[in-house]
Each structure stands twice: as C-alpha cells, then as structure tokens.
C-alpha cells in the first residue's frame, strides 16, 4: 500500500471509532475503487459515518463535512463541496454495487443524506466518502427483508439517553461489537443544559437555543469515538425526545414560559439540526418548526415496527396551573383523564391503530420515548403520578390498550427509554382490577449514559405497581432484542467498563500492552491512579417469551399471557467478547421465576441463606435488582437466575477497592 494512503488511513482510525469499530476500517481494505488521495487542508470527516431508515431495497448514508468541528461553521467554507460516496458488496470494497456524487451544501451544515436504492433486500453492505482529496472510514449498514418474505430471525438494540457530561459512551463501544441488524434510538441523543462542573465531561458551549448552539452541541457529541464506531457498525433509526430542544417541552410549549411563537422558532432551530446530523430521509426533513418522525419499518412476515413521536404533537402537561411548565408529580389532577387531551395526537394514533389493524406480523413493536405503564409515585394510600409521561395523558394510552384489547393484533411489544433505568412490565387496561388481562408486555432501557434515578427511591413504589415484573435503575446499557417466529428474547445488558477517562486523556502507563476493547487488568489501573473497576459487558436479565401466533380477532393469548422465564444466565453463546472478572464470588444457586405471578424459589449449593421471599408478598413482588451472575457454574446445574424480590440485599460489591455499583459503566468511581 502506498505510505502516503496508509499515513492517512491510520489518522483516520484514531479520529473515527478507536479499537470498537477497527474491523471496519482497515487500511489495507481500501485500495483499488479509488485512487489514493493526497492530503490537503483539514480531515473533513472529523464526525465519522452513519446510515439510517434502511429499507428493502435501500438505506440512507450520512456524513457531516466539518475539518474543525467546535468551530460554529464546522472549519467550512461558505459554499458546496462535491462529496462522492460509494456502496459494496464486501468489506474491503472491491465489489462496487453503487456509487455517486452530491454536494454538501453550507445550507444544511455540509451534511450528506444519500438515499440509496437499488440494493437486495436482507443482506450487508459497506459505503464509504470522498471529499477534498480525503477518504471517510468505512461503514457498515444492512436492508431489510422483502415484502412477503419470511426471515428466521431480527435482532436489534434499543438505545436511549446519552447526556455527554455524565459519562462516557462505553455502552455504544460494546454495541458496536454486536451482530444486529439495527439500532432503535428512543430519544435524548444530546442533551440542551448547559455546562456543569464536577462531571467525567462537559459541555463546551451555553445551552443551544439558536441552530448556531444546536450545531456546536450536537457536534460535540458526535465527536465521541464510540458513538462514531455504534453508527459506522449498524443502521441506526432514531426518534427524538425533549433535551434534542428544551427539556419537558410540549408541543409550543417551553418549561420557562417562552412565547408560543418564539418557542416555536427555537424548536424549529432545534429540529433543523437534528435532521443535519442524523441519517433520515427527505421526508423526515423538517419544515420550521414541524417535522414528521413516525414512520413504520416491516421485517417481512416476522416483525412489524411502529416508531413514535410522542413529543411533538402533545397537549401542555395537565394541572400546570400552580406555575409548574415542566413535568411534576401530581394527585388528584382529573386533567391527566381527559378524554380530550393527547400525547400522540390524533393524527399519528389514527396512523398507529390503522397499521397495527392492518399488519400481518408476527410480532407488532410500538417503540416510543416513555414508560407506556401506569406507575404509582406514593406508596401506601393515595395516588400520585408523574404529569410529563403516559400517566399524564391517561386517556391517550387507554385508547390504545382498548384497541389492543378488542382488535388483538398479534403479539404486541412495547419498547420505551427516558426513564433511565431498566423495566419490564405488563400492560393493563386496569392495573386496580384483579386478574386484569395483560395486553402487551413492556421492555424500557436504561440510559446510555444519563444519571439514572435513585434506586431506593424507585424500588419503594413497586409494591403499589405489581404489574412491574423488573426495575433496576443502578447501571447503564441498553437492550438487545433477538426475535424468531417462536420467541422473543430480551437481554438487559449493561457495561461495567470505566476505562475510558484513562484512554482520553492519556494517563494509562507505558508498560500498558493494551489493545483493542481488552481494558487493563486492576494493577494497570492502580498505576494510573484510577480505581480497579471490573470491566466487560453483562447480561444482567435475560427475559424470553413464547409467541402464540397470529392473535388478531381470535381467542388466542397474547404474548403478554405466555409463559415468561427471568434468566441471569452470563453473555451467552451469541456475544463477541469474553466475560470480564471482577465481582466476588457467590454461591452458584438456581432461582426461577416462571408464570404470571409465581413466587421466586431458590436453591443453594453454598452455604449462605436463602433469598428473603418478602414474605406472605412474595408470590405478587415484582422483581428487582439482582446480583451479577459469577463467572464459574456447578456441573448440571441449569441457566441461573439470579434475581431478588421485592425487600431483598442489593447487589453485591465489586471485590476491588472504590467500585460501587453506581460507578460502573461510567466515566469514574466515586
């Protein structure tokens, strides 16, 4: 290879993705469609690669131009630049399938959508750009299955709140890793506070509320190499929240009482940006301050997903009259019941209920920003809700369970974010009807990054919310969704990693021999002065459900009915890294959780007592937070699970000094 592309390939790999997405941009792999470029002026592709709302037959592909970007016109100059892109059938691009050229135009940041067509359904394939004599890192992307096809299986991740100061993207590090077909990002891609002290990171601009602020911030974050390497590696379709423009925002209305009209101009700013630096559509494009995000994707006969915006097109918060614009907790508000009142608005539920009465999937998937189930936030007599989710638009969300409940589309799933934190749940018409029929079932992810909710505080309301099956708001990570036409199985998955304040800044010693995603063992990280964290991925709960079918307008259960099994089982045959050591060693047991409703039994081959059942309880506890499952098993015994009811320990310890749970998977131990 000539020095002078292998000089530039190299750079490349450090400004784009690290060690997570290094399969994807090999130097060598880059040879033969286009020339090796020569070097001059700024490495234009400083924000790396996506693509995005594949399709049968298509994908869009993204890139940003931006040599300097934390400058506010990314390092640009005022006019359009030709950018050329390509698509192949393999990794080291020898294959050319398609191909072409369009400007990046100043109007809309320099950024690139190409809308791709003409590929196959169901398969593979890389792209990569050009532009000023400079070569892009190689992506990676995938179509989906044809109309009328049967694929054997889907997996996807489902992603959500990454706020930049309160951590690092080590989740995205891992997911990169993963073989799935697509990303689900349910909102809070960036985040509009402004900058704090005392965080792993901080935010390099004042609060956005012009597109110049909302350029700067969304460039900072996608400067983030293990962002960079989760979308070179996978498909991403994406959905916003409310931090993408003010937080707990409501239609035209601001959390600081901000004039319709003028929210209304920031919201547009807000919107115009996010489209810039996101792989969606023209149609997705905004139009000032309104843009239209809902958009349905079909994986053949297998799954259909319904992706939401449950942002634009609410009604203000309800009992906001005491001064309050932004979400609250409230009691005895009749307003969150209105019939009148909406958080999908008509339009986009009319268009959710007509595709779901239409579909003929196996599994019909509602992927929205929310906690879709009711949650009561004052234990013992009272009620309270929180005003800003579903609970405050009641009525909204009864619509949809009534539909579920007498159309009965087949096996529906609900996939939601904000919260956080990790939830399963069962979806009621009625949650104070006893023996009320489960509709759906409910799977929220924790967040990437954000600062998840006092846990004690959380745990403490479960028992006036049965329906609630799994909380646990102490890690960060994500979902990961693996689907056939007989089950759907769900991993909690969430990153023990910490290492990466080291690998910014520099600090890991000289005698370190570090490579790849392998994080220094704890004398390496003494030596840098850091805590001795466990490092690696865990599947914290595993959940599988059983498919009944084609349900629509019969007797037949849904899949909210079916047996469900809790498995603490460790990273299974599927995951691409091995188990990182790290926790202390616990007594191998065996504890199931299987049927609505059952109570969790356990068994011991170590001496240590059994689990507390919470009593007389226990057989309507949900579950909470459980311990990491160990790295060793006893001979025959069958998949663990290692999970706690309602009054139980938390989890145990990090056996390594300063690791408390809290820390892992962020930027530091504290």
Not at 367 to 385: H, S
Not at 464 to 473: K, L, M, Q
Request: glycine share 10%; with cysteine.
């Amino acid at each position: 290879m000539p020095a002078t592309t292998r000089k530039v390939l190299d750079r490349r790999r450090l400004l784009a993705a690290g060690g997570a997405a290094a399969a994807l941009l090999v130097a060598e792999r880059l040879a033969g469609a286009w020339p090796a470029p020569a070097q001059r002026g700024g490495y234009p592709f400083t924000l790396g690669v996506a693509s995005g709302d594949p399709a049968p037959g298509g994908v869009v592909l993204w890139t940003r131009l931006a040599p300097r970007p934390l400058l506010a016109d990314g390092g640009m100059a005022a006019r359009a630049v030709p950018v050329d892109w390509q698509v192949a059938a393999d990794p080291s691009l020898g294959r050319i399938v398609r191909a072409g050229t369009v400007l990046a135009r100043p109007a809309q940041a320099h950024s690139v959508h190409v809308e791709v067509d003409g590929l196959e359904s169901a398969r593979t394939y890389w792209y990569r750009f050009r532009a000023a004599g400079e070569l892009s890192p190689v992506g990676r992307t995938r179509t989906l299955p044809a109309p009328g096809t049967s694929p054997q299986q889907l997996a996807l991740a489902v992603v959500s709140c990454q706020h930049y100061e309160h951590g690092y993207y080590t989740a995205y590090q891992h997911l990169a890793q993963e073989d799935l077909d697509l990303v689900v990002h349910l909102g809070d891609y960036l985040y509009e506070t402004a900058p704090s002290e005392g965080q792993p990171r901080r935010h390099t601009t004042p609060a956005p509320t012009d597109l110049a602020g909302y350029r700067l911030r969304h460039a900072l974050y996608r400067t983030d190499p293990d962002l960079q390497a989760a979308h070179a590696a996978l498909p991403f379709v994406v959905t916003w929240d409310d931090h993408e423009v003010e937080n707990d925002y409501a239609d035209d209305q601001s959390e600081r009482f901000d004039p319709p009209a003028a929210f209304r101009r920031r919201r547009a700013a807000a919107y115009q940006a996010y489209w810039e630096h996101l792989p969606l559509r023209r149609r997705s494009r905004p139009r000032g301050p309104a843009a239209r995000l809902y958009r349905r994707l079909r994986f053949g006969d297998l799954a259909e997903l319904a992706m939401l915006d449950t942002r634009q097109y609410r009604d203000d918060q309800p009992c906001d009259d005491n001064g309050v614009a932004r979400g609250q907790v409230v009691t005895g508000c009749a307003e969150r019941l209105d019939p009148g009142r909406s958080l999908l608005g008509s339009g986009q539920r009319r268009w959710l209920l007509d595709g779901l009465d239409r579909s003929q999937a196996r599994w019909n998937v509602l992927a929205q920003q929310l906690l879709m189930a009711e949650l009561e936030l004052q234990p013992g007599p009272g009620l309270a809700y929180g005003s800003d989710g579903w609970d405050g638009y009641a009525a909204d969300r009864a619509r949809i369970l009534q539909f579920l409940q007498a159309r009965r589309p087949s096996n529906p799933v609900v996939l939601g974010g904000d919260m956080h934190s990790f939830w399963v749940n069962d979806l009621h018409l009625d949650n104070h009807q006893p023996g009320a029929t489960v509709l759906a079932s409910e799977f929220v992810g924790t967040s990437i990054s954000s600062s998840g909710p006092l846990y004690e505080k959380y745990r403490g309301y479960l028992a006036d919310n049965p329906h609630v099956r799994f909380f646990e708001s102490r890690w960060r990570g994500y979902l990961r969704c693996q689907v056939d036409h007989r089950r759907w199985r769900t991993d909690l998955r969430w990153s023990t990693r910490s290492s990466d304040q080291a690998r910014r800044s520099g600090r890991w010693p000289a005698s370190s021999s570090r490579t790849g995603d392998q994080a220094p063992r704890a004398p390496e990280r003494r030596a840098a002065g850091l805590p001795s964290c466990p490092a690696g991925l865990r599947t914290y709960v595993r959940l599988s459900y059983r498919s009944w079918g084609l349900g629509k307008r019969t007797t037949r259960p849904t899949l909210g009915r079916s047996p469900r099994r809790y498995s603490g089982a460790r990273n299974s045959s599927a995951s691409t890294w091995s188990p990182s050591p790290g926790w202390p060693p616990i007594s191998n047991r065996t504890c199931g959780l299987t049927g609505p409703r059952s109570g969790a039994s356990c068994s011991s081959s170590a001496n240590s007592a059994p689990r507390p059942t919470g009593g007389s309880g226990a057989a309507t506890s949900p579950v909470v937070g459980s311990e990491p499952p160990t790295a060793e098993r006893t001979s025959g015994v069958s998949p663990s699970v290692f999970s706690l009811v309602q009054g139980s320990a938390p989890p145990a310890q990090a056996a390594e000094e300063d690791c408390r749970p809290r820390c892992l998977g962020s930027a530091l131990c504290s």
